[in-house]
T-cell receptor
């Protein structure tokens, strides 16, 4: 079955690095995404990684993918108070019967950045 | 600027009443999606549409209906059959191309409450 799991909560001090982890079960995943949700708002796409990559860096964000263990992580360097939000990982799977697809979302990790 | 517009931001429903949530996009995306988000939970797919005049049920379609008469618009009706409609509703859109990177772009959501 399809399942994406995340830890519920992470608290870090301003200026430290944050690492948010995600595990998934579907080995046919092609793309994996990280989204950020601020209170009362929609989801904002932060970054993504293709399944044949191990790592992707984008400014303060580093995504690591361990395909063997089906483990994805998002590292935020020099975490700021403005990074406080809920972070969702999502995997793209294919429903092969009709070539459609959907994203499977984790339940989100709430990041709290302490001054 | 291109984007996804959801309206209204807040909506109240009386018992036995149907309500319709609006979602419009000017990104020229083929695919559109409706998700439901409950507190502390991830996103659950209600309906999605890959092309005009066609749509598919997601994981929790019961008590909801949609239409896709125009590429830009994908309204969601919450019917009286949906007994627990209080939630945050998110609309998203994406390109549709099998095998390609297809991140979903989200609106700012509609919060529906029962009076």
């Amino acid at each position: 079955g399809e399942d994406v799991e995340q830890s519920l909560f992470l608290s870090v001090r301003e200026g430290d690095s944050s690492v948010i982890n995600c595990t998934y079960t579907d080995s046919s995943s092609t793309y994996l995404y990280w989204y950020k949700q601020e209170p009362g708002a929609g989801l904002q796409l932060l970054t993504y990684i293709f399944s044949n990559m191990d790592m992707k860096q984008d400014q303060r964000l580093t995504v690591l993918l361990n395909k063997k263990d089906k483990h994805l992580s998002l590292r935020i360097a020099d975490t700021q108070t403005g990074d406080s939000a809920i972070y969702f990982c999502a995997e793209k799977i294919s429903e092969r019967m009709d070539s459609s697809y959907k994203l499977i979302f984790g339940s989100g990790t709430r990041l709290l950045v302490r001054p | 600027d291109g984007g996804i517009t959801q309206s209204p931001k807040y909506l109240f429903r009386k018992e036995g009443q149907n309500v319709t949530l609006s979602c419009e996009q000017n990104l020229n995306h083929d695919a559109m999606y409706w998700y439901r988000q409950d507190p502390g939970q991830g996103l659950r797919l209600i309906y999605y549409s890959q092309i005009v005049n066609d749509f598919q049920k997601g994981d929790i379609a019961e008590g909801y209906s949609v239409s896709r008469e125009k590429k830009e618009s994908f309204p969601l009706t919450v019917t009286s059959a949906q007994k627990n409609p209080t939630a945050f509703y998110l609309c998203a859109s994406s390109i549709f191309h099998t095998g390609a990177n297809q991140p979903q772009h989200f609106g700012d959501g509609t919060r529906l409450s029962i009076l």
